[in-house]
T-cell receptor, first 113, second 113 residues
Framework: DVKVTQSSRYLVKRTGEKVFLECVQD?????MFWYRQDPGLGLRLIYF???????EKGDIPEGYSVSREKKERFSLILESASTNQTSMYLC????????????FGQGTRLTVV | GENVEQHPSTLSVQEGDSAVIKCTYS??????FPWYKQELGKGPQLIID?????GEKKDQRIAVTLNKTAKHFSLHITETQPEDSAVYFC????????????FGKGTRLSVIA
C-alpha cells in the first residue's frame, strides 16, 4: 500500500516560531500537495509541487513556504507562526498524470499559542 | 483556476435511506473527479472516482454521475448505514497538465439509526 507519512500528529508552537511540517511518501509520486483544513472551509490548497525543486502557490500561500529537495519529501514551513495558523494540515501525493489517485497523510494538528 | 462548489454542507438521513451530494466545477479542462470520505481523526480516503469519458460509475452502494455539459457531478449512497457517517469531499483535477487537485468545502453526512 502507498503510504504518506506526516512527521507529527500534534504540534504546539509559540507565536513567532519557525515551524517545519514534514511529509514523506513511499512511492515515486510526482505531485505533492499541502492543504489546510478548517471547519466550514474545507480543504484549502497552500502549495503544491509537481517535481523536485518545483513549487506552485495554491489559494492561501501567505505566511507559508515549501521545500522539495527530494522526490519523496515535501516540507511546509511557517516562517513566523501566528495564532491564525492554528489548523489541521494535510499532505497528499498523487501517483502521476495518467494514473490519478491522491493519497493523504493522517494530518498534523498545529496549535500556535 | 478551478473552483469547486459542493452542496449541501450538512445532510442527515435515516438509516436505509439514500443520500445525494452534488458538486459543480468551473474549468472545462478538468477530466478527473474523485470523491473522498474523511472519518474522525483520519486523512481523507478515496471512495470512488470518475473520468470525463464516463457518465456514471457504480461500486456496490455508492455511485457517481457526471454531466460534462453542465459541469456537475454527484455522489449517490444507497441503503445508508451508520458507518457511512463522515465528511465527504468532491474534487476536480486535470491530469493533462501540472494542475492542483481542488476540493469542495465538504458535506457532513449523519446517518441516524
Amino acid at each position: 500500500d502507498v503510504k504518506v507519512t506526516q512527521s507529527s500528529r500534534y504540534l504546539v508552537k509559540r507565536t513567532g516560531e519557525k515551524v517545519f511540517l514534514e511529509c514523506v511518501q513511499d512511492m515515486d509520486h510526482e505531485n505533492m500537495f499541502w492543504y489546510r483544513q478548517d471547519p466550514g472551509l474545507g480543504l484549502r490548497l497552500i502549495y503544491f509541487s509537481y517535481d523536485v525543486k518545483m513549487k506552485e502557490k495554491g489559494d492561501i500561500p501567505e505566511g507559508y513556504s515549501v521545500s522539495r529537495e527530494k522526490k519523496e519529501r515535501f516540507s511546509l514551513i511557517l516562517e513566523s507562526a501566528s495564532t491564525n495558523q492554528t489548523s489541521m494540515y494535510l499532505c497528499a501525493s498523487l501517483i502521476g498524470r495518467l494514473n490519478t489517485e491522491a493519497f493523504f497523510g493522517q494530518g498534523t494538528r498545529l496549535t500556535v499559542v | 483556476g478551478e473552483n469547486v462548489e459542493q452542496h449541501p454542507s450538512t445532510l442527515s438521513v435515516q438509516e436505509g435511506d439514500s443520500a445525494v451530494i452534488k458538486c459543480t466545477y468551473s474549468d472545462s479542462a478538468s477530466n478527473y473527479f474523485p470523491w473522498y470520505k474523511q472519518e474522525l481523526g483520519k486523512g481523507p480516503q478515496l471512495i470512488i472516482d470518475i473520468r470525463s469519458n464516463v457518465g456514471e460509475k457504480k461500486d456496490q452502494r455508492i455511485a457517481v454521475t457526471l454531466n460534462k455539459t453542465a459541469k456537475h457531478f454527484s455522489l449517490h449512497i444507497t441503503e445508508t448505514q451508520p458507518e457511512d457517517s463522515a465528511v465527504y469531499f468532491c474534487a476536480a483535477y486535470s491530469y493533462s497538465g501540472n494542475t492542483p487537485l481542488v476540493f469542495g468545502k465538504g458535506t457532513r453526512l449523519s446517518v441516524i439509526a
